[in-house]
């Protein structure tokens, strides 16, 4: 679309069972916010718009397990995240959440619309029934295998591990989440939107119509479940816990969350025209308005294929006009996770690293999971600040505030005639708010800061150059020169920094006192402005930016890191159910002796096995153990260990073994011999039994 009359910019709905990290900031909410606030601030009209999503299955689990209600889940969390957007600047128009009346009503109408029109299949199906608990099973009430990938905890709506959409009866061995049993099919009706048949409009609109502008990694999801066929698709579901299917026969029925979020951002969207006196219609059914949806690479079938098909049914919104979704961060190379509590809560940052949002902000930003999962490293976001933020932004600003200060009281100085490097700095500067938009307006977040930073650059290298305060004793005129010149450049920085800096550009505006007046910019003055500073301007004194993060500082993160892996290792410790039973007679032809390893050297060409020279008391055997990512080779010669000896002999990679040594895990998960009690006089040969007696 080439000049949209406005923008409806969406950030997928945070589920409220949890705060907000930095794979959700970094991934939906930053991007999201950075498009919103520049395009504000090149005057278009925006409805952001984001709230809280309330219902599914997953909540109604969570309260179930600390005793509570469904309500007192979401009210806890829906106020956590609201309060974490505000903290860190992200800025909508309106955040709602699901449970409001307004979006009960909005969801319920869409549906009856469908519903009117013939749009949905009713069907009674069989599915999954927990006897026990009087329930039917769907979504995440019921794990088990993928069908697809063969990940063994898939959910019976999605597959984490591989991100197929599911029907819980697809599941291979399926397991009710809440009894552990195993299912029974019990029949019962709901409506399936019939995606089959919208599968010809998506392929047009989609893969022909958006093959160049949608990122690829959206682009070929896409393609790839299209390719794959698709099917209909329940939208209700039997829980008691969500919107209430608006029709007769639907007792005891709720619209499926899926459904009903994505209409959460229309119902966001009314109460926020509502408020400020506009017409939201314009916002959702304009086709001269641009929508756009942010989200996370999870979210990609739910808003490229889902929901369209919705709003084409339904016949009259407009559909959007892209998807950027970004892949996943990871926290220092683990995938983030809210069950294992591996993640950085915003809240906590917040603790931290007070009045730091920027640094947050811009670290998630620059090293953004764009086109590929990324990875967040507490190293790299010191580096972040220190080298970029600290030494080139921070430093350049200082020293313009110090010097202007110093020399003119802080008043912004006449220049001179302008040199061939000021000139050529200006122009610069000017051509700066073009090629960050080009980046913003494609999607490229992570090379638009990188631009910002160049500015920074530009301006720090001039200084450099130019030094004024070599020239301040000698040549008055062009020191005034040099320091317009560099005042331009800040006040730039202060008008382009705001869709990624928001705090930082508040900072920088209050301090060169440009919030009002002529000294004002929007995001185009930059470039068609003769002056952006104008000469006799008074700005404030230096405030530092941005300050050095010290090296403690980031070891005591990773501290915590540490520390939430060792808590969340022993909590999931997994005890290997017991095997069947077996007799005596079993378990004694088991011949298990106390043996030394006399030598050991590497499998050629095998990372894991070892190549041990076991002294039995019976002989002096070979036998291969899997233990060399544990144990180097010097490290287990001499050492006591508890060998099986009657084990039939196996050849491995060429090597005859004959035997095994006993090993166990210890809590970090590394391996440990089984080695007889040193302290008591054990001879090799010396056989294991039971009772802990033994007999030579
Ligand atoms: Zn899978």
């Given at each position: 679309?080439?000049?949209?009359?406005?923008y409806?910019?969406?950030?997928?709905l945070p589920?409220?069972?949890?705060?907000?990290?930095?794979?959700?900031?970094?991934?939906?909410?930053?991007?999201?916010?950075?498009?919103?606030?520049?395009l504000r601030?090149?005057?278009?009209?925006?409805?952001?718009i984001?709230?809280?999503?309330?219902?599914?299955?997953?909540?109604?689990?969570k309260a179930?397990?600390?005793?509570?209600?469904?309500?007192?889940?979401?009210?806890?969390?829906?106020?956590?995240?609201?309060?974490s957007?505000e903290d860190?600047?992200i800025?909508?128009d309106n955040y709602s959440?699901?449970?409001?009346?307004?979006?009960?009503?909005t969801?319920?109408?869409?549906f009856k619309?469908?519903?009117?029109?013939g749009?949905?299949?009713?069907?009674?199906?069989?599915?999954?029934?927990?006897?026990?608990?009087?329930?039917?099973?769907?979504?995440?009430?019921?794990t088990?295998?993928?069908?697809?990938c063969?990940?063994e905890?898939?959910?019976?709506?999605?597959?984490?591990?591989?991100?197929?959409?599911?029907?819980?009866?697809?599941?291979?061995?399926?397991?009710?989440a809440i009894?552990?049993?195993?299912?029974?099919l019990?029949?019962?009706?709901?409506?399936f939107l019939?995606?089959?048949?919208?599968?010809?409009?998506?392929?047009?609109?989609?893969l022909?119509?958006?093959k160049?502008d949608?990122?690829?990694n959206?682009?070929?999801?896409?393609?790839?479940?299209?390719?794959?066929?698709?099917?209909?698709r329940?939208?209700?579901?039997?829980?008691?816990?969500?919107?209430?299917?608006?029709?007769e026969?639907?007792?005891?029925?709720?619209?499926?969350?899926?459904?009903?979020a994505?209409?959460g951002?229309?119902?966001s969207?009314k109460?926020w025209?509502?408020?400020?006196g506009k017409?939201w219609e314009?916002?959702?059914?304009?086709?001269?308005?641009?929508l756009v949806?942010?989200?996370?690479?999870?979210n990609?079938?739910?808003?490229?294929i889902?929901?369209?098909?919705?709003l084409?049914?339904?016949?009259?919104?407009?559909l959007?006009d892209?998807v950027?979704?970004n892949?996943?961060l990871?926290?220092?190379?683990?995938k983030?996770?809210?069950s294992?509590n591996?993640a950085v809560?915003l809240?906590e940052?917040?603790?931290?690293?007070?009045n730091?949002q920027d640094?947050?902000?811009?670290a998630?930003?620059?090293?953004?999971?764009?086109?590929?999962?990324n990875d967040f490293?507490?190293?790299?976001?010191?580096?972040?600040?220190?080298?970029?933020l600290?030494a080139?932004?921070?430093?350049?600003?200082n020293r313009?505030?110090?010097?202007?200060?110093?020399?003119?009281d802080?008043?912004?100085?006449?220049?001179?005639?302008?040199?061939?490097?000021?000139?050529e700095?200006?122009a610069?500067?000017?051509?700066?708010?073009e090629?960050?938009?080009?980046?913003?307006?494609r999607?490229?977040f992570?090379?638009?800061?990188?631009?910002?930073?160049?500015?920074?650059?530009?301006?720090?290298?001039?200084l450099a150059?130019?030094?004024?305060?070599?020239?301040v004793?000698t040549d008055?005129?062009r020191?005034?020169?040099?320091?317009?010149?560099?005042?331009?450049?800040?006040?730039?920085?202060?008008?382009?920094s705001e869709?990624?800096?928001?705090?930082t550009?508040?900072?920088?505006?209050a301090?060169?006192?440009?919030?009002s007046?002529d000294a004002k910019?929007s995001w185009n003055?930059?470039?068609s402005?003769k002056?952006?500073?104008?000469?006799?301007?008074?700005?404030?004194?230096?405030e530092?930016?941005?300050s050095?993060?010290?090296?403690?500082?980031?070891?005591?993160?990773?501290?915590?890191?540490i520390?939430s892996?060792?808590?969340?290792e022993?909590?999931?410790?997994k005890?290997?159910?017991q095997?069947?039973?077996i007799?005596?007679?079993?378990?004694?032809k088991?011949?298990?002796?106390?043996?030394t390893?006399?030598s050991?050297?590497?499998m050629?060409?095998a990372?894991?096995?070892?190549v041990?020279?076991?002294?039995?008391g019976i002989?002096?055997?070979?036998?291969?153990?899997?233990?060399?990512?544990?144990f180097t080779?010097?490290e287990v010669?001499?050492?006591?260990?508890?060998?099986?000896?009657?084990l039939?002999?196996?050849?491995?990679?060429?090597?005859?073994?004959?035997?095994?040594?006993?090993?166990?895990?210890s809590?970090d998960?590394?391996?440990v011999f089984?080695?007889?009690d040193?302290?008591?006089?054990?001879?090799?040969?010396?056989a294991?039994v039971?009772?802990?007696l033994?007999i030579?």
């Amino acid at each position: 679309m080439n000049h949209p009359k406005r923008y409806t910019i969406t950030a997928a709905l945070p589920y409220t069972n949890g705060a907000i990290h930095i794979g959700h900031l970094a991934g939906v909410y930053v991007p999201a916010d950075i498009y919103a606030r520049y395009l504000r601030l090149t005057g278009k009209d925006v409805a952001f718009i984001c709230g809280s999503d309330e219902h599914g299955v997953p909540i109604t689990i969570k309260a179930k397990k600390e005793g509570v209600s469904p309500q007192d889940i979401v009210d806890k969390y829906h106020a956590i995240i609201k309060t974490s957007f505000e903290d860190f600047g992200i800025s909508f128009d309106n955040y709602s959440r699901t449970s409001a009346k307004i979006h009960h009503d909005t969801a319920q109408e869409f549906f009856k619309t469908l519903y009117d029109k013939g749009e949905f299949i009713e069907e009674t199906t069989e599915q999954l029934y927990d006897e026990e608990a009087e329930q039917f099973l769907a979504d995440r009430f019921v794990t088990g295998t993928c069908p697809k990938c063969g990940n063994e905890e898939a959910y019976g709506d999605q597959c984490e591990k591989c991100g197929s959409s599911l029907n819980a009866t697809d599941l291979i061995n399926p397991k009710s989440a809440i009894t552990g049993n195993v299912p029974t099919l019990k029949q019962t009706k709901h409506w399936f939107l019939p995606l089959d048949k919208h599968e010809a409009f998506l392929k047009e609109w989609i893969l022909v119509g958006h093959k160049k502008d949608w990122k690829p990694n959206v682009y070929g999801q896409v393609k790839s479940w299209i390719d794959d066929g698709l099917r209909p698709r329940a939208v209700t579901r039997d829980l008691d816990w969500g919107i209430p299917v608006p029709v007769e026969g639907a007792e005891g029925k709720v619209l499926y969350v899926w459904f009903d979020a994505p209409i959460g951002y229309i119902s966001s969207t009314k109460e926020w025209a509502e408020r400020v006196g506009k017409d939201w219609e314009l916002y959702w059914k304009d086709k001269d308005t641009k929508l756009v949806h942010f989200i996370g690479k999870d979210n990609i079938v739910f808003h490229c294929i889902i929901f369209p098909a919705m709003l084409k049914a339904e016949g009259s919104f407009i559909l959007p006009d892209n998807v950027p979704a970004n892949e996943f961060l990871n926290l220092e190379g683990n995938k983030l996770s809210t069950s294992k509590n591996w993640a950085v809560w915003l809240p906590e940052y917040l603790e931290d690293f007070p009045n730091q949002q920027d640094v947050l902000r811009y670290a998630l930003t620059a090293n953004a999971p764009e086109t590929k999962d990324n990875d967040f490293t507490w190293k790299d976001f010191q580096a972040r600040n220190n080298n970029e933020l600290v030494a080139i932004f921070g430093n350049f600003i200082n020293r313009v505030a110090v010097l202007t200060d110093k020399y003119y009281d802080g008043i912004v100085p006449e220049p001179s005639e302008f040199s061939a490097v000021d000139e050529e700095t200006l122009a610069a500067v000017k051509a700066y708010p073009e090629v960050i938009s080009s980046s913003i307006e494609r999607y490229r977040f992570r090379e638009a800061s990188h631009e910002l930073l160049n500015l920074a650059r530009l301006g720090n290298k001039y200084l450099a150059d130019e030094e004024p305060w070599k020239l301040v004793k000698t040549d008055e005129a062009r020191t005034k020169t040099i320091m317009f010149v560099s005042l331009q450049i800040a006040s730039a920085l202060a008008t382009l920094s705001e869709p990624f800096l928001p705090f930082t550009s508040d900072k920088l505006k209050a301090m060169l006192n440009i919030n009002s007046g002529d000294a004002k910019n929007s995001w185009n003055d930059i470039s068609s402005k003769k002056v952006l500073l104008p000469t006799g301007h008074q700005i404030g004194k230096a405030e530092l930016l941005f300050s050095k993060i010290e090296d403690d500082t980031i070891q005591a993160q990773l501290d915590k890191l540490i520390a939430s892996k060792k808590a969340n290792e022993a909590a999931n410790r997994k005890v290997e159910p017991q095997k069947e039973t077996i007799t005596f007679e079993d378990f004694s032809k088991l011949d298990l002796r106390v043996g030394t390893i006399i030598s050991a050297e590497k499998m050629p060409k095998a990372n894991k096995l070892l190549v041990l020279k076991i002294d039995t008391g019976i002989d002096i055997r070979t036998i291969v153990s899997g233990i060399a990512e544990s144990f180097t080779p010097e490290e287990v010669v001499g050492k006591r260990v508890t060998v099986l000896v009657n084990l039939a002999p196996r050849t491995l990679r060429g090597v005859e073994s004959e035997g095994m040594i006993l090993m166990t895990e210890s809590e970090d998960g590394k391996l440990v011999f089984v080695n007889p009690d040193t302290s008591t006089a054990l001879s090799k040969g010396d056989a294991v039994v039971p009772n802990g007696l033994h007999i030579s």
